[in-house]
């Protein structure tokens, strides 16, 4: 699976848009980008996910660049409710995904009200 | 739907004991895993199954036993607790018929190792 890098930590101001970057240089041509947050002591939540094209959600939007080397997770209107860690995970689509996700360390995202 | 249900919340242990997590699913998921996340770090997963009867291990498996005798059901045993087992630990399931990696997580069990 591809190495990501994320900023360790973010702040943005309430109903502002929060724009995550993850970085995925290493990418291969089968694997797609994954967003998943967690709030404080709650289980991950998945958010968005795609592979080229632009996706956005009820949540978030995923930009993609077009040698898919990076990407950005939008939440237009951030509430202090974002507040979380934001994981970016690459990984090749299968069904169901058994055999697990690889979390790093993802980015503290701080709404500041 | 419950989703996935974990039990119990927290638990203390001394080291050398033994104890079973338990995780439920109400989703008919064939696909279930257990992870476990240290503090600051992100999870890591530690066994994970595709199927009644079906375990493999994942990133982080000793200490951790698995079986999965039905869909619904995938306790995690740990066999003799070690202080290196503190963490918090997280079941999740997700489908076979599914096309990307949603993985819904139960709310956690905070386990401490004395």
């Known amino acids: 699976d591809a190495k990501t890098t994320q900023p360790p930590s973010m702040d943005c101001a309430e109903g502002r848009a929060a724009n995550l970057p993850c970085n995925h240089s290493?990418?291969?041509?089968?694997?797609?980008v994954y967003w998943y947050r967690q709030i404080h002591s709650q289980g991950p939540q998945y958010i968005i996910h795609?592979?080229?094209n632009n996706e956005t959600n009820e949540m978030a939007s995923l930009i993609i660049t077009e040698d898919r080397k990076s990407s950005t997770l939008i939440l237009p209107h951030a509430t202090l409710r974002d507040t979380a860690v934001y994981y970016c995970?690459?990984?090749?689509?299968?069904?169901?995904?058994?055999?697990?996700?690889?979390f790093g360390k993802g980015t503290h995202l701080i709404i500041q009200p | 739907n419950a989703g996935v249900t974990q039990t119990p919340k927290f638990q203390v242990l001394k080291t050398g004991q033994s104890m079973t997590l338990q995780c439920a699913q109400d989703?008919?998921?064939?696909?279930m895993s257990w992870y476990r996340q240290d503090p600051g770090m992100g999870l890591r997963l530690i066994h994970y199954?595709?199927?009644?009867?079906?375990?493999d291990q994942g990133e982080v498996p000793n200490g951790y036993n698995v079986s999965r005798s039905t869909t619904e059901d995938f306790p995690l045993r740990l066999l003799s607790a070690a202080p290196s087992q503190t963490s918090v630990y997280f079941c999740?399931?997700?489908?076979?018929?599914?096309?990307?990696?949603?993985?819904?997580f139960g709310p956690g069990t905070r386990l401490t190792v004395t």
């Open positions: 999740a399931s997700s489908s076979p018929a599914g096309t990307y990696y949603e993985q819904y």
């Open positions: 290493t990418i291969s041509g089968n694997e797609y």
């Open positions: 795609g592979l080229k």
């Open positions: 995970i690459v990984r090749v689509r299968s069904g169901g995904g058994a055999d697990g996700l690889t």
């Open positions: 989703m008919n998921h064939e696909y």
């Open positions: 199954s595709v199927g009644a009867g079906i375990t």
